[in-house]
């Protein structure tokens, strides 16, 4: 069986039988991998406090002839993110993190930007307020996929971001659709209204690099609009519901 080693971090833990774990962990240079830990349950040196949610770790693992499922032979941690797992918000907003990334990426697709990108998050999500946090790192990932938002003008008549219009979040177009263009016709449950505040919020979030994001300010109106517009693109594109968006705090 051939072994690697590879930085990772722990997105989803559970107890397998008697004395083993199952952990599906994004990592650095396989991207989302599942593995299992033979008697990580009960060996006290080689996994203690290692095999936990949010962990960065450097681990070593092993292929499977039989299966995809890899194992894990050994774990060192390199950032432990413990007030992830003792302040109940950046808990919420870390559970969430992981989830977006569990929902949004397929086994053994690397993406290395998305790697940092989550050990980065996690890191911010320490220190920082993490309901914008999230919504940043929220932003970042849909442009790291691919879902570039069309946040400057009306998708529809392309018509610019002004006073004189409101204008509304519609997943279909993945951008923005202004009122002129909406009332006539039927946009449905997917449309989302924007203030002009946090449409320019957004906008700003996404050219910036991520080491200035702390910079940027929600209100408390940008929070909640900004949350409603990923629910509910998240659910339009996944086309599910992922759950842990009504556990956020400031809803
Ligand atoms: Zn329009």
Sequence with gaps: MASHETEAVVLKVFDHGESDKIITFFTSDFGKITAIAKGAKRSKKRFVAKLELFNHLQIFIADNKYSSLMRVDEAEILSPFPALRTNYDRFVCA??????????????????????????????????????????????????????????????????????????????????VCSKCSSLQNMGPTNIPLSLGTIRLLEKARQLSVDKWPRLHFSKQSLKESIALFQSHNAFLLQRDILSWKELPCR
């Design 95 to 176: 559970t969430l993190t992981s989830e977006l990334v569990l929902n949004w990426t397929a086994d053994h697709d690397q993406d290395e930007n998305l790697f940092h990108l989550l050990t980065w998050t996690y890191g911010q999500l320490t220190k920082n307020n993490p309901l914008p946090t999230l919504l940043l790192f929220q932003l970042h990932l849909l442009t790291l996929l691919g879902f570039h938002l069309h946040l400057s003008s009306c998708c529809q008549c392309g018509t610019e971001v002004n006073m004189t219009r409101i204008f509304s979040f519609f997943s279909p177009k993945n951008g923005l």
